[in-house]
């Protein structure tokens, strides 16, 4: 589902795990995924924040708090704010949590990498953790990753690799490429061409229908 592949059409989900509107997103794109079944997706990590170096001050988290009002009014989804909030000396940087995606679209190609992205996004704003951690980022892909079926020994080295490192720069290149700025987005990737199908969140009916749009348009062949 999630391997790249230029030829075969796809869907192309550009999102970051600690970008509050991608974690709205994902639970909107899993049911949308889940009434089309065998539409392929891809994801490229959009690095929101990738390589922050200040520390978080309360009115940063105010700041953050005030979009997460928002996401939840719009979705339903829950927030840790007390963990955010208690959090001392805290760095908001998202590269880390990108990088652990990569690492397991790298260790595990067959595996569904947007239950990963969740499960990231899940251990931030409902478990209160510090994805920016390598352990705890370790210990939340694995288990992400064994509930699937899928073998998670030596994930650590994957997620320390140079490779995987450079892997997910060019995640936050090839976005910068597609001229994506705000995340998330969603995207078509047909005959190494690529092209904007949802610009920002959306609810899970119009994601469908942008489906069925691309999916109509496929099946009428080029020029229609």
């Known amino acids: 589902m999630n391997g790249v592949n230029a030829t075969s059409p796809s869907l192309v989900y550009v999102g970051d795990p600690m970008c509050s509107w991608c974690y709205g997103f994902g639970l909107e794109l899993s049911e949308a995924l889940a009434q089309r079944p065998g539409v392929r997706l891809e994801i490229v990590t959009g690095g929101l924040r990738a390589g922050g170096t200040e520390v978080l001050d309360d009115a940063g988290k105010r700041f953050r708090l005030f979009h997460w009002a928002k996401v939840e009014a719009a979705t339903g989804l829950p927030f840790n ?3 955010l909030m208690a959090r001392q000396g805290f760095v908001y940087d998202t590269g880390p949590a990108c990088r652990a995606v990569v690492a397991a679209r790298i260790a595990a190609p ?7 992205f969740r499960a990231i996004q899940n251990a931030f704003y409902v478990e209160g953790l510090d994805t920016t951690a390598k352990e705890v980022l ?6 992400a990753l064994q509930a699937q079926g899928f073998a998670s020994e030596g994930l650590e080295g ?15 290149a090839q976005a910068r490429r597609w001229g994506i700025s705000s995340f998330p987005a969603l995207l078509v990737r047909q005959s190494g061409l690529v092209t904007q199908l949802v610009d920002g969140f959306a609810k899970t009916p119009a994601l469908v229908a942008a489906i069925d749009r691309w999916a109509d348009q496929m099946r009428a062949g080029p020029g229609t």
Do not use: K, M, S
């Not at 370790?138 to 288990?143: E, L, Y």
């Not at 994957?158 to 936050?172: G, K, L, N, S, Y």
């Open 110 to 116: 067959a595996a569904n990498l947007l239950t990963v």
């Open 158 to 172: 994957v997620f320390e690799a140079q490779t995987t490192r450079q892997a997910a720069h060019e995640d936050f």
């Open 81 to 83: 704010r007390e963990a």
């Open 138 to 143: 370790v210990r939340v892909v694995t288990q």
